[in-house]
């Protein structure tokens, strides 16, 4: 436990609104007692968790973070939650980390003062915290394709604006609604602009989107649980997979808790690892699933007997597919190299 807290970790899959812990929700709460905005005294944290064995389907898992989304309305409780939550991500030890959030509209900002605040946060943390965060743009694939365009649009304009904080645009939102396809103008423009792009890939099974999703090329995918066939992929899905090894951000607590995984040692977790596909060990949403990244790296090793140096290689091997820039990847793989060389 202590070798997994003190590893210098990379995250590369944590949504803003699903990370908010128990503490950074009630510090919310108590703002928004105090300044006089909407009363939120009837929020309670216990219904946004998510542990294991709870009865809710993935669908319902998705109606928890309008509870996160009620407490992040404004642009200084948008500003707190990502603080907060990037000072918690750096108190277990994280060295790096990407952070994504679908930009909102709110009855107290735009989607341009979301996008906004969180990059002024992050610029914030970087400048007082040893951590390194960027921004992961969000487009969530149940919201019309004109919505995505808009945060296409916006993902753009900051990124070449603010480019060491805003580095990439990504798909998530519930996996059995909207097409891929209808997203892929959007895609292709952002990927033409320079930013680097991840898609949630395979949560359910749909084997015909994730070949597509394959086929567009990302430089990183989320999850990817339906695609090895005794998870319900098809032998082409896995051999496409296996033939362009595109790096999976691996969330082990968040398939357990919403049931899109048995348990943890079925995990396809084992069958990329073995194949080789680069796997990056994430938490995906540490609030909703009471985890932390030092937690799921320790689960990881107990469930697949990984020894320690097998472990920091997980973390040195992230480095390789981070967003930002060169000059980041080797100061990471130099911190990490250095633990190795003294912990392994
Ligand atoms: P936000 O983007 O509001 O900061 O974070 C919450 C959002 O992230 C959710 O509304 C949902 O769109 C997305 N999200 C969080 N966890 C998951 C997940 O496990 N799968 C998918 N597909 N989307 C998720």
């Known amino acids: 436990h202590t070798f997994c807290r003190k590893l210098p970790k990379i995250e590369l899959h944590a949504h803003l609104n699903g990370s908010l812990s128990k503490s950074t929700m009630l510090h919310l709460k108590r703002y928004f007692a105090d300044s006089g905005f ?38 200084e409780a948008l500003e707190m ?26 009855p107290y900002m735009t989607k341009h003062q979301y996008i906004d605040t969180i990059v002024k946060s992050m610029q914030k943390i970087n400048a007082r915290l040893s951590i390194i ?37 990504e798909l998530s939102g519930e996996p059995t609604i909207g097409r891929f396809e209808d997203f892929v103008p959007s895609f292709v423009r952002a990927k033409e602009c320079g930013l680097k792009i991840s898609l949630h890939c395979g949560e359910i099974c749909n084997s015909e989107e994730v ?35 595109t790096p999976v951000e691996i969330c082990l607590t968040s398939n357990v808790n919403t049931k899109s995984t048995p348990k943890y040692a079925s995990h396809h977790f084992k069958e990329f690892y073995n194949a080789e596909i680069p796997v990056l060990i994430c938490t995906d949403d540490k ?58």
Not at 46 to 75: K, Y
Not at 83 to 105: A, H, I, K, W
Not at 294 to 306: H, M, R
């Open 133 to 169: 965060s960027r921004f992961v743009v969000s487009v969530n694939r149940s919201h019309h394709v004109s919505e995505a365009e808009a945060i296409t649009n916006l993902a753009i304009e900051y990124n070449k604006k603010y480019p060491d904080i805003v580095v990439g645009l």
């Open 211 to 245: 070949i597509s999703m394959l086929n567009f090329k990302p430089d990183r995918i989320g999850h990817g649980t339906c695609i090895h066939p005794s998870h319900g992929g098809t032998e082409d899905t896995w051999a496409t997979l296996c033939k362009i090894k």
């Open 38 to 75: 909407e009363d939120k005294s009837n929020i309670f944290f216990d219904e946004f968790q998510i542990g294991a064995g709870d009865s809710r389907n993935l669908s319902d898992c998705f109606q928890v973070f309008s509870i996160a989304h009620s407490l992040t309305s404004t642009p």
């Open 287 to 344: 609030g909703v699933f009471e985890t932390s990244l030092s937690q799921e790296y320790g689960i990881c090793a107990e469930t697949f007997d990984l020894d320690r140096t097998k472990l920091a290689r997980l973390a040195l091997n992230a480095c390789q597919h981070i967003f930002a820039e060169d000059n980041v990847k080797r100061k990471l793989m130099t911190q990490i190299l250095n633990f190795i060389d003294h912990h392994c």
């Open 81 to 106: 939650a990502t603080q907060m939550t990037l000072e918690e991500f750096n108190d277990d030890g994280c060295c790096y980390v990407e952070l994504r959030s679908t930009p909102r509209d709110t």
